[in-house]
């Protein structure tokens, strides 16, 4: 590319992406801060998401949510949530365990356009976590989405549906 004021567009871009990046991060803090009770968050970060399937808990969906990061205030800031679709054991071939989790949404994200990112911050999250090893969501959200957003959340959204 040839010098010029264009030459500059790539570094400026990826300054603001980290500028913006940064400012969500903030917020997030903020809103996850005013919304939580730190001590039970950590509590439920503790837990064992593989024993908490296993006993059937109905903190599970609890425990999901405190593993969330920034996406975690834009489901709690909107008036949305998390719903364990399924959750299945699964055993790789040198034994160890792990969870294949089925997600649907709830609440205001049923309807909100950021629901595709969502889903990807969902999953980014929870996979972040070394006893899940699968998360998907559940095909039936397909159905909120007006044409344009099912067609770009199943060909862009880097999420697989069941």
């Given at each position: 590319m040839s010098e010029?004021?264009?030459?500059?567009?790539?570094?400026?871009?990826?300054?603001?992406?980290?500028q913006i990046q940064e400012l969500i991060e903030k917020e997030s803090i903020r809103v996850i801060s005013e919304r939580i009770d730190p001590e039970e968050n950590s509590r439920l970060c503790a837990l064992s998401l593989l024993e908490l399937v296993e006993s059937e808990d109905e903190q599970l969906t609890s425990a999901l949510m405190a593993r969330l990061g920034s996406v975690r205030a834009a489901l709690e800031g909107h008036g949305g949530g998390i719903v364990v679709s399924n959750s299945e054991i699964v055993v790789s071939r040198g034994g160890r365990k792990s969870l294949s989790l089925v997600i649907d949404l709830d609440g205001a994200c049923v309807s909100c356009g950021a629901a595709p990112g969502t889903l990807k911050g969902i999953q980014d999250d929870l996979l972040a976590d070394a006893e899940i090893s699968s998360v998907r969501f559940s095909s039936s959200m397909l159905e909120w989405f007006n044409e344009i957003q099912?067609?770009?959340?199943?060909?862009?959204?880097?999420?697989?549906?069941v």
């Open positions: 010029g004021p264009l030459s500059d567009l790539g570094g400026l871009e990826e300054a603001y992406r980290i099912r067609e770009f959340v199943l060909q862009h959204g880097g999420v697989s549906f």
